[in-house]
């Protein structure tokens, strides 16, 4: 048995382990966070920690330069322990938890996405309308000639008041009754939530308590979660915040989560993960700015992929990855949302946006209900780019969707310099045609450390129209930023590390662009498919809608010219924010809506592209720049 | 600032304290159960404790004798500390949990009366059926061609097999679900409950599971508590299991309880008592002889009086016991058992008897269906006998209850060597009228150290019948078991010293007696208050049913003799046992049987005696032997 030691986060984790033992696996069993979207294979080079002393048998890759090397940087997922060690942990994902930005309603353009996403759903006809309100009573005081107990007395009044049949207390109800009634003259604040003929009293208030009544909506991303606080009467924003998937550290996608899941104690700690990393905190955050306590919560709709839905509760989720993909629901029956230890009221219920295969989740049915394809004539894609690609093309007469594993390339997985879209990270750039020299944004405004999605979309499309790269993606131009290895392989930098003080220089090179040409393929080819099915083409498409956490910088002119969406005019293409948060917002306060989105989910078609015949050609011809048919893409030239 | 060091229960318990605090606070203060069944008034001399060392600001009582004093017994709620101290607490609590014996099914003779009790309401027609099953299913395994997911393809076949419309999985069938179809070729065993065309899916086990679909019903009452384990299917018994009621250190009786409970943090106190030193372990005890998970548990159902209800949810009682007498609840609307922590299953309902009023509870309208008087023509009378006594007269037209308050003495409070029904106490008595000896039983067989309730009431009808005390309950004859103090009061040794052993004379006295008059009194004013309210008499009685916990070894005849059961022939009285229990066993198996019970109570009227005229001088009239109308005892002769 050798000792590890871990310090991270300012803290020293130590456990013991077998000679031999690989570094990552250990570090999941202190329960130590690193980085690793690639779920420990050696392909991603994100698992980074620095040996401080001991000795790691630890191969060289092409993730750590030889300074690096030297300075003591090692994958973790590639190095096995052979003597006691102690390794620094990179504080990684406690940084994007805090920093990240996601597409969610803080900024004010989103906000103002967001606001006329809700005006067009409403302007549809769905009513925002739910069973949730308060309402002030005042009831007789008992005598010795009126001796009927507290909870008939408040029940009788409140069907009176409400017109319903039958009013029934929770247990939360009930504890308070006596002593707030006593305090108060007989006047209480009452929580009620109607359905039907029924009223159910969640909570008696003293009269003066004057606290909204709450909703919770949250985004739950593979990468990202999104979350609000919603006055149930109003509809308003009471407070927004997000974070991290506190699962990231078990993989970036789907599937390596699904694997850790299966593994012994997996779906607890992938559940736990999300919930104790991710939801809690975020539900702490937003209940703190708000200024209420969390069980003044008393209803929570989510809206996540069909994957992130079986892992937040923790259910086993390999049926979802292997044939025939059949997961355990669709449509899962109302739970209580405190099944999942959230700290919400009691009989606060848990609603979960609708599945409607293994890859096409409440994300999705979600976003549709947001992207209004369904209520207008034309024909129209809507596009969520996170972690996975999914589609919907269709209008108010059918809606066909399809999923595609455009993998982590836009969100910056599988690209050397590829990161998240947090502070230090380039998110825009134009290259000067002649000099090739670069100018960019940076997230945060300091110098680049990375690039995310949509700086690379933006450096790719660039490189292509300055004649840097081919079409294949190959290096064809030389220059003070272009470079060639050993190998051959070609890079562009577009940050010396003189220009910036960091110990690497941001660059792009040949393995990344390939990377991030298979990812806008599969986007591009699961469009062709699609269209293809209904013998159409993108001549057809009247609008596209783009969500997702990529969406907020992405340039769309630079998305056509690489290939990524189809050659329409410019004015066609709208970015729709965080779709999915939009609509679960929707679903969370209008009981209309839901129903919309329930039935939006049943009428969907679904095309599974890994059987669907043609689909391979579709993206063998897509990996290219723009595509190897460039009559596709009439508009785009290369400089 | 002193030191107080409680010795109890073989470890120290030290907490810090101010001189001049009372050492029955700082006891409960520290969590240190003292019983003290008058809650600390220095009434009924049970809360002794030794002083070891260090000092108390103590008075001497009647409670403790001087050679008692000297070895260092004093009274905990009269004593102060004003020095660090070290006293001694005797295990009182925790022998009674252990030993008690309580009126449940775990004698020959209590189990044979509940199977009859059981009979005559099935012969009612009241049939035994519940919602809950459990069934096994058999599913089509899914294809690419059929990829409907799990829980729609369970929930179809399930409203197939069961005949209903909708069948909804809970969150623990959800999480189950997938594991167990694919690890049991899509065969499972379910556990639904069915109501209407609903059927909720409780649990998703392995086709091989045969554990049985278990409720829990209990008996709560003020002083001890008894539980069965139950096959929802059969109805059989599982387990069953009593102990004392943990609250039991806060109060004897419900009022008591209730001061308590108003105090700061004492509803908390007082709900966390009965359900982690009662309800949890009980359930613990049953589940591991019926070698079952608790989970496995689907249904409660708890009989209690008013006040036990409203303690055991944490509800604010005061309104209970102050004018107008109002409870938050009447019929309490289903909550889930594990709102209270049970460790139930989390979707188990826990079904409350129905109150009828702030004296007439759960365990008396149980009690009321398990006595079939409402089935009958004849007139009849159902007395439960607990630490309040409570009393139901009518027949299938009519039902009347009222309450008394007997106070503790059948139960051996107020008395000065009463105890309750444990090892060690006298439980039957006769005198010889020549030679005045007694000859006793035992419970436990061992030497007594005390008299329950059963016990004085044979005491005291022999005392009468041979003449040593007159009809005001004084003596009037001489000998050796027959002594006077220097106050003149008399009193009768069952049991000296030397003939047992222990540390104190097993003894009667004047005031004991006096104190037991005054109990019987309250039963037998209250059942001629009833009568004379109808303008009847106990001649009308068809049936007099006695039940409860005093009740096992009830001497009916001695009972007519003390005055304390209306003179009617000796065939004409039945003991019924726990009727509480018996009654809330139906409720649980059976959903007509609760329906039933929710009607008796609806229809049940409630006679307040406090405010009926004519009660106060029936009271007075029956604080004698038998009567001081002795043409109502014609059967009873003084010797």
Not at 148 to 177: F, H, I, Q, T, W
Not at 250 to 271: F, H, K, M, P, T
Request: charged share 20%; glycine share 10%.
């Amino acid at each position: 048995m050798v000792s590890v030691t871990f310090h991270a986060n300012g803290a020293d984790v130590v456990i013991h382990a077998a000679e031999g033992d690989n570094l990552l696996e250990i570090a999941r069993r202190a329960n130590v966070a690193i980085d690793a979207p690639c779920s420990g294979n050696g392909a991603c080079g994100k698992c980074r920690v620095r040996l401080v002393s001991g000795e790691l048998d630890s191969p060289r890759t092409r993730h750590i330069s030889d300074s690096e090397y030297a300075e003591g940087w090692r994958l973790a997922c590639v190095s096995k322990v052979v003597s006691d060690v102690c390794v620094e942990v990179p504080d990684i994902a406690s940084a994007y938890r805090s920093h990240m930005r996601v597409a969610d309603i803080s900024s004010e353009k989103e906000l103002a996405i967001f606001n006329r996403t809700k005006e067009e759903i409403q302007a549809s006809g769905i009513e925002f309308r739910n069973g949730l309100s308060a309402l002030t009573v005042e009831l007789s005081e008992p005598t010795p000639d009126d001796t009927m107990p507290d909870n008939e007395r408040l029940a009788r009044k409140l069907c009176e008041l409400l017109g319903v049949e039958k009013a029934v207390l929770s247990y939360s109800a009930l504890k308070d009754l006596a002593r707030v009634l006593r305090e108060n003259g007989f006047r209480a604040r009452c929580v009620v939530d109607v359905a039907g003929e029924t009223a159910a009293v969640l909570d008696v208030l003293p009269p003066q308590d004057a606290a909204p009544v709450a909703g919770l909506v949250v985004d739950l991303g593979t990468t990202s979660v999104a979350a609000a606080l919603v006055d149930m009467e109003s509809g308003a924003i009471l407070a927004k915040a997000s974070t991290g998937n506190g699962q990231i550290r078990y993989g970036a996608d789907v599937i390596n989560r699904i694997i850790e899941a299966s593994r012994e104690g997996g779906a607890e700690r992938l559940q736990k993960a999300v919930i104790d990393e991710s939801l809690r905190p975020l539900i702490a955050q937003m209940c703190a700015a708000a200024k209420i306590e969390s069980r003044r919560v008393y209803r929570m709709c989510l809206a996540g992929n069909t994957t992130m839905n079986h892992l937040l509760l923790g259910l086993f989720a390999d049926p979802v990855r292997m044939e025939p993909y059949i997961p355990s629901f669709f449509l899962a029956d109302d739970f209580r949302a405190n099944e999942l230890r959230l700290g919400l009221h009691p009989e606060a219920k848990l609603i979960l946006a609708p599945n409607i295969g293994s890859y096409v989740g409440g994300d999705i049915t979600a976003g549709t209900l947001a992207s209004m394809i369904w209520n207008r004539e034309e024909l129209a894609l809507f596009i969520d780019l996170g972690t996975n690609g999914e589609l919907v093309f269709g209008n108010n007469e059918f809606l066909m969707s399809c999923a595609c594993s455009a993998g982590p390339a836009f969100e910056g997985g599988d690209i050397s310099c590829g990161m998240r879209a947090t502070d230090g990270a380039i998110d825009a750039c134009t290259i000067d045609a002649e000099t090739m020299e670069p100018s960019y944004t940076v997230i945060g405004g300091e110098s680049p450390v990375g690039i995310c999605g949509s700086g690379i979309i933006d450096i790719i499309a660039e490189l292509f129209r300055t004649g840097i790269i081919n079409g294949k993606g190959k290096f064809s131009r030389e220059g003070r930023r272009v470079r060639y290895d050993e190998n051959g392989m070609g890079s562009y930098v577009i940050a010396f590390r003189e220009e910036t003080g960091h110990v690497r220089d941001v660059e792009i090179n040949e393995v990344d662009i390939d990377a991030f040409i298979r990812a806008k393929g599969a986007i591009f080819s699961a469009t062709m498919t699609m269209l293809n099915s209904m013998g159409m083409d993108p001549s057809v498409l009247g609008h596209v809608y783009v969500a997702g956490g990529i969406g907020s910088g992405i340039n769309m002119k630079n998305a056509v010219t690489i290939g990524m969406l189809p050659d329409i005019p410019e004015e066609m293409f709208s970015y729709i924010g965080n779709s999915s948060l939009s609509g679960a917002y929707a679903m969370l306060i209008s009981d209309p809506a839901r129903e919309k989105v329930d039935e939006l989910a049943r009428s969907m078609t679904y095309l599974e592209l890994s059987t669907e015949p043609g689909y391979m050609d579709e993206f063998v011809a897509a990996c290219f720049l723009p595509h190897t048919n460039a009559s596709l893409f009439p508009s785009v030239q290369q400089g």
